[in-house]
């Protein structure tokens, strides 16, 4: 090292020295780490050289108690291990273990409410306290999009500083899009000075990035064992959102005067691949990403073990793939939205806009608009749906109709545990029969001897028709 001046061995692996490149006189001791090839410098904010010597020795003896008490030797601030574990997500997505939007979610999380709160912190140094304290610190600190969990209020300053983060964010959003932004966007602080609370959801899924860099900091032996976060705190889950019966049938309805509505054939395009849409997912299950990725090789007609058409479809999305079932009429939807395409390929992506090319917002403007004109946009909780409820009303709709919980998880592709956990309320009311039972005024219903004997009868004749289809 060039700059190393009036060097000076304590002991093997142990040194002190001044810096010829800085202007001060300051003394600085490096020392090897023992059992391994890295050293470690550190300034002793002395110009006495006695002092500096008692120092080092010191920082050796400090080293020597680290190594042995399984303590990290080097300070590393918690961004610094957030980009870390980024690089590493980033390199998983590119071999397709997980998707590709993952990263994009981390990245927002480590370099934003997580570089505010602990960015600066050495990661040995975060605790407990800084762990359970983040709840707390982000429903302060911040500002959600929904009403529904609540508001408070704020000072003009930090109605101003929440102005300028969300101009920073659609500024971002439109470079990532492509857009050339001609002008800054300006964003205007709220008036009324309040702003919804952040939602319990968003700090759990910030919590745990949180306690996966943590755990990266540990595997790469950064901090101990012992600052492993498992435990999320307990925080109230949203019910999922969806379209009652009523309220798809209504949505039936105004979507076809919607489309009859329209005065420019481009309108009309957008409008009837938008309401086609909406059926199918309706009828499926599948997520928005898995939709974006449908391509008309996906889609295979199939018969049932009765000899009945179905659909299936093969779909990809959060880094995984499933085949799934649907009704002859999930056929007939695709099929409107074909004969109007302009990209009918087997490569080619179902859902595209009018000049062919994929739709990577799937119609969200459009969607809104149909469902304003239609009275539906927001729910139950007061807070606008999106095309993620068309998933919640086809899981609603099935479990309403008696469908296993287990073929349903399998056709949804998610678990068992999460149909429980944010479609339980609909057993609660397909099984009210049960629930009311022994309730004053409330009988279950008793079959009579002649209702038993016709369910007899219409089985046999059941049996007999399957009988007569099948080949000799």
């Keep these: 090292m060039a700059f190393v001046t009036d060097k000076a061995e304590l002991k093997p692996g142990l040194i002190i020295f001044r810096r010829g490149d800085v202007d001060h006189r300051m003394w600085y001791c490096r020392m090897k780490i023992p059992k391994a090839d890295r050293y470690k410098t550190v300034s002793l904010k002395t110009t006495d050289i006695e002092a500096a010597r008692e120092r080092a020795f010191d920082q050796d003896a400090d080293i020597r108690f680290r190594l042995k008490h399984d303590v990290p030797v080097f300070n590393h601030p918690f961004r610094e291990i957030g980009r870390e574990y980024l690089l590493t997500q980033e390199a998983r997505a590119q071999h397709g273990e997980i998707s590709a939007a993952r990263p994009k979610k981390i990245r927002a999380v480590i370099e934003g409410p997580l570089d505010r709160y602990v960015g600066s912190t050495q990661v040995h140094l975060i605790g407990d306290e800084l762990w359970g304290g983040y709840p707390a610190w982000r429903r302060a600190n911040g500002a959600g999009r929904n009403k529904r969990n609540g508001v408070r209020e704020i000072t003009p300053d930090m109605a101003q500083s929440f102005a300028n983060k969300e101009a920073e964010r659609r500024t971002k959003v439109q470079h990532t899009r492509g857009i050339r932004v001609l002008k800054p966007i300006e964003v205007q602080p709220t008036e009324g000075r309040t702003v919804p609370f952040i939602s319990d959801s968003t700090i759990r899924f910030e919590m745990s990035i949180f306690g996966a860099v943590m755990n990266y900091a540990i595997k790469k032996r950064y901090v101990p064992a012992s600052q492993r976060f498992d435990e999320r705190p307990k925080l109230k889950t949203m019910r999922r959102d969806e379209f009652t019966l009523e309220e798809y049938r ?171 956990s944010h479609y339980g309320h609909v057993n609660t009311v397909k099984h009210a029969d049960r629930v009311l039972q022994g309730m004053a005024g409330w009988e279950l219903p008793q079959p009579d001897e002649a209702k038993a004997k016709a369910s007899k009868a219409s089985e046999t004749r059941d049996k007999f028709k399957r009988s007569q289809r099948k080949p000799r």
Excluded at 346 to 362: E, H, I, Q, Y
């Design 250 to 420: 209504k949505l039936h309805t105004v979507g076809r005067k919607w489309i009859a509505q329209a005065d420019k054939p481009s309108s009309v395009w957008n409008r009837t691949v938008t309401y086609n849409m909406i059926l199918v997912a309706c009828n499926t299950g599948m997520r928005p990403a898995e939709m974006k990725n449908l391509r008309w090789r996906d889609i295979m007609p199939a018969k049932d073990r009765e000899g009945r058409e179905i659909v299936v479809l093969f779909v990809q999305g959060k880094g995984k793939s499933r085949r799934l079932v649907a009704p002859k009429s999930v056929g007939d939807y695709l099929e409107r939205i074909r004969v109007i395409s302009k990209a009918t390929e087997p490569d080619d992506r179902v859902f595209t806009n009018v000049t062919g090319t994929p739709a990577k917002t799937l119609y969200s403007t459009l969607i809104a608009d149909l469902l304003n004109e239609a009275s539906l946009r927001e729910g139950t909780q007061g807070v606008p749906r999106s095309t993620y409820c068309f998933r919640h009303t086809y899981a609603t709709l099935r479990l309403q109709e008696g469908v296993d919980v287990y073929f349903l998880a399998e056709q949804m592709g998610t678990s068992v545990q999460m149909i429980e």
